[in-house]
């Protein structure tokens, strides 16, 4: 069965560091890429950017370039959504998704969501 | 960096209703195409892909068409299930960009 088990709940403080994770089962974690998405509370949904953990190609949305960093350890089957610099403004639920390397490339298994509270 | 349209944003509907959300893209995105839905609390869930290709599982109510930049998503029966948020999602290059969701209301 393939599953993708991301990191539990987090609260942090502005200006603190925190790094999230993303484990894959059940497929071969290296055939396929894993997409990290946000959504803020009632707000839709912001691609942030995607790793192909075959060989650690990362793109970002312009949006949150220099922003995040997007890693994977192949492994232990595992990516990873890091900040350095926690802002109020990064409160939100965190998804991961895997997109096939090959035709029709769906995006078809996603994670149950990491919430991120960021607050003094 | 391709942008999508989406619209209506909200939508009130009745069961048993025909249902169609409307997705546009800044440039061609071939078929590279996908619709979900979402729920409150939950990740959201693949309905269509390649534009047209309904995903295992999904009830045949659903059914999406297109090629280019315009895109459509049809419910031909709405079922009290189906009360939810719906989101397009191009997916040229692996680079993603979602529209900005429709919610289905009941009316």
């Known amino acids: 069965e393939v599953q993708l088990v991301q990191s539990g709940a987090e609260v942090k403080k502005p200006g603190e560091s925190l790094k999230i994770s993303c484990k894959g089962s059940?497929?071969?974690?290296?055939?396929?890429?894993i997409g990290w998405v946000r959504q803020m509370p009632g707000k839709g949904l912001e691609w942030m950017g995607i790793?192909?953990?075959?060989?650690?190609?990362?793109r970002y949305s312009p949006s949150f370039q220099g922003q995040v960093t997007i890693s994977a350890d192949k492994s232990i089957s595992t990516a990873y959504l890091q900040w350095s610099s926690l802002k109020a403004s990064d409160t939100a639920m965190y998804y991961c998704?895997?997109?096939?390397?090959?035709?029709?490339?769906?995006?078809?298994?996603w994670g149950q969501g990491t919430l991120v509270t960021v607050s003094s | 960096d391709i942008q999508m349209t989406q619209s209506p944003s909200t939508l009130s509907a009745s069961v048993g209703d025909r249902v169609t959300i409307t997705c546009r893209a800044s440039?061609?995105?071939?078929?590279?195409l996908a619709w979900y839905q979402q729920k409150p609390g939950k990740a959201p869930k693949l309905l269509i892909y390649?534009?047209?290709s309904l995903e295992s599982g999904v009830p045949s109510r659903f059914s999406g068409s297109g090629s280019g930049t315009e895109f459509t998503l049809t419910i031909s029966s709405l079922q009290p299930d189906d009360f939810a948020t719906y989101y397009c999602?191009?997916?040229?290059?692996?680079?993603?960009?979602f529209g900005q969701g429709t919610k289905v209301e009941i009316k």
């Open positions: 998704a895997r997109q096939d390397s090959s035709s029709p490339r769906k995006i078809d298994y």
């Open positions: 059940g497929y071969s974690f290296t055939s396929y890429w």
């Open positions: 790793i192909y953990p075959g060989d650690s190609d990362t």
């Open positions: 440039q061609s995105i071939s078929s590279w």
């Open positions: 390649k534009a047209s």
């Open positions: 999602q191009q997916y040229n290059s692996y680079l993603w960009t």
